[in-house]
């Protein structure tokens, strides 16, 4: 995955790439007390405004940071 986001930021400077973590639903963790989980329509909802805010903002000048940590 961060080959991907290299691969952007290196051969395609102008292009915006990012990456959206999607958590497991909570059936999913049922046995798996420490992960975290999110309801389908509260992840739905939340890529549904991720893809509105780009759309909004597309051409905008943006901020160019990075953040987390590879372990």
Do not use: C, R, W
């Not at 292009?15 to 049922?30: N, S, W």
């Not at 007390?33 to 329509?41: G, I, V, Y």
């Amino acid at each position: 995955m961060y080959q991907n986001l290299y691969f952007i930021d290196s051969e395609f400077p102008n292009t915006i790439g990012g990456f959206i973590h999607i958590p497991f639903l909570p059936d999913q963790v049922v046995t798996k007390a420490k992960e975290p989980s999110m309801s389908l329509a509260h992840i739905t909802k939340a890529l549904e405004l991720a893809i509105e805010t780009l759309v909004e903002f597309k051409g905008k000048d943006d901020i160019k940071t990075v953040g987390g940590q590879i372990h």
